[in-house]
């Protein structure tokens, strides 16, 4: 018993992310970018009307340079970066 409480409580687990609806397809710019910059798209998620796309966090300034130069993509204005920290479960 105290080896089981000396082990702490399990860490929580993240929510999985929802896939995008099969009758829509993502945006034209998230196509080119996978192209560019293979490997940097981890996964893609639509919740709630907007895209997110989910990223390893080294390539985070890859894609932003990206999304900002890219003429298939321009963007001029960054809303919001967020993360979460879910520890990975062997």
Do not use: C, N, Q
């Amino acid at each position: 018993m105290a080896e089981e409480h000396a082990k702490g409580p399990a860490p929580p687990e993240g929510p999985p992310d929802p896939p995008p609806p099969a009758d829509l397809a993502p945006p034209p710019f998230v196509a080119a970018l996978e192209a560019a910059l293979p490997g940097a798209v981890d996964r893609l998620s639509y919740w709630v009307g907007d895209w997110t796309i989910i990223l390893p966090v080294e390539r985070l300034l890859d894609v932003a340079r990206w999304l900002r130069d890219a003429p298939e993509a321009r963007f001029d204005y960054l809303s919001d970066v967020t993360a979460s920290d879910w520890p990975v479960r062997a």
